[in-house]
């Protein structure tokens, strides 16, 4: 008999065997569901599993071991999801260690696969969809060197959407975006600065309009150094500027998981990224949309002055505010302990403008991080307004390391 919580309980065991008559299965069961012990056998009576369930659920440490006898995986479960570390064994050396929080990985991308896929990115095909709109602009400007750019453009976009864990293979560019991204950098040329809401500095009606479709649609930047394609979605990406920091719209729209394509156009001194558009999946499968992103962080991908910034998943979560959402940042150690003051924050806010996704956006200045290789953080949001079932709070892990 089991005592579980303060109540008697009338507990069965359950005895299962080989054809052979070798005990293969021994566990209990209390109202139909697992309780306490679970044992499994090899058939020369060496264990092939040693656990333990709570109300049908796995809870407790988990031991998987060879059919000589030797430990190849230990993990713990708690109330049926994976909770801390996951170690592998071979010849009773450590070969695989995993953090799991609540059932996820906290690593999902390892450095290896990450490595791999980004080479894989720049020999992915790059789709050219729509048409050009050749009573709005001349199709002798979709030149050699726009081609080029929006290649380039496409490959960098595509490198952070898959550290973000949103859609990127099949990311096309159209030619009807790079037309407007082009009369964008146009207008921004003869004006001497950008904006998403130009003056007509003189053009004919028309073309003044199809101009202003551009910039209003597309992410823009200046400058005067080294300026490209590649440079240009790098500076979207980090949006820290006193400008963006209240909003990180260029960021949120990069990493909008519904768009399905883009189109670029980069001059001597100005570059636009085709943004709005929702013509991509509608399939909103993730709890949110962080950056840095979760697991392993290349530090070429972020550094100090970036703002981080979560988005939330709409179908799942209410819009939030500052005040009523909490958040902290804590370092954490080689051995996974998380430090118990979190870090200092410069600044956070709450957007909740409309992104590409009806959602709150989380954005949070720390103060103090460390930005090296090894550096990693545990990342707490609490106090959320959750939809149905899901979690009010989320935990997750960022971890810097130099790709070099």
């Known amino acids: 008999m089991l005592y579980l919580h303060s109540v008697l309980l009338i507990a069965r065991t359950i005895k299962k065997k080989y054809k052979t008559g070798e005990i293969r299965l021994v566990y209990n069961v ?21 656990s333990n369930y709570k109300k049908g659920h796995l809870h407790g440490k988990f031991e998987r071991f060879n059919n000589k006898g030797e ?15 996951v170690i592998e064994y071979i010849d009773h050396k450590i070969v695989k260690k995993e953090l799991w929080i609540n059932g996820i990985s906290a690593f999902p991308k390892s450095k290896n696969a990450i490595k791999k896929t980004f080479e894989e990115i720049k020999k992915l095909p790059v789709k050219f969809i729509g048409q050009w709109p050749k009573t709005s602009l001349p199709e002798a400007r979709f030149t050699e060197s726009v081609k080029k750019a929006n290649k380039e453009g496409l490959t960098a976009l595509r490198y952070y959407r898959y550290l973000a864990g949103v859609p ?4 096309a560019v159209n030619r009807n975006y790079i037309a407007k991204t082009v009369a964008a950098t146009d207008i921004c040329q003869k004006i001497g600065g ?7 500095p003189g053009l004919p009606k028309k073309e003044f309009n199809f101009c202003r479709e551009g910039t209003s649609k597309s992410n823009l930047f200046a400058s005067d150094w080294r300026m490209s394609t590649t440079f240009a979605v790098q500076n979207f990406m980090f949006d820290t500027d006193a400008r963006n920091l209240h909003i ?12 399905g394509s883009t189109g670029f156009s980069t001059t001597k001194k100005f570059s636009a990224m085709y943004a709005v558009d929702l013509r ?14 979760k697991g392993y962080m290349p530090l070429s991908s972020f ?3 970036y703002a981080w910034t979560l988005s939330l998943n709409p179908k799942k979560y209410y819009k939030t505010s500052a005040t009523n959402t909490k958040v902290n940042i804590y370092e954490v150690d080689d051995e996974y302990n998380i430090a118990e003051k979190p870090i200092q924050m410069k600044s956070y806010t709450v957007n909740n403008e409309y992104v590409g996704m009806n959602s709150s956006c989380l954005i949070f200045l720390p103060k103090d991080l460390k930005y090296e290789d090894g550096a990693t953080y545990c990342v707490r949001i609490t106090r959320l307004k959750a939809k149905k079932r899901y979690p009010r709070s989320i935990e997750y892990f960022v971890s810097f390391y130099s790709m070099n």
């Not at 995986?73 to 570390?85: A, F, M, P, Q, R």
């Not at 950008?194 to 007509?200: E, G």
């Not at 990180?248 to 768009?259: A, E």
């Open 248 to 259: 990180m719209g260029h960021r949120r729209w990069c990493l909008n998981p519904t768009m």
């Open 168 to 171: 990127y293979k099949e990311l």
């Open 30 to 50: 209390v109202k139909g569901k697992r309780e306490g012990s679970y044992e499994k056998f090899y058939i020369n009576g060496k264990h092939e599993i040693k």
């Open 280 to 293: 991509g999946s509608k399939k909103l499968d993730f709890d949110y949309i962080a950056w840095p992103a």
């Open 71 to 85: 430990l190849i995986s230990l993990k713990n479960y708690v109330d049926g999801k994976i909770n801390g570390e």
């Open 303 to 305: 550094g100090k002055k």
């Open 194 to 200: 950008i904006t998403h809401n130009p003056t007509n």
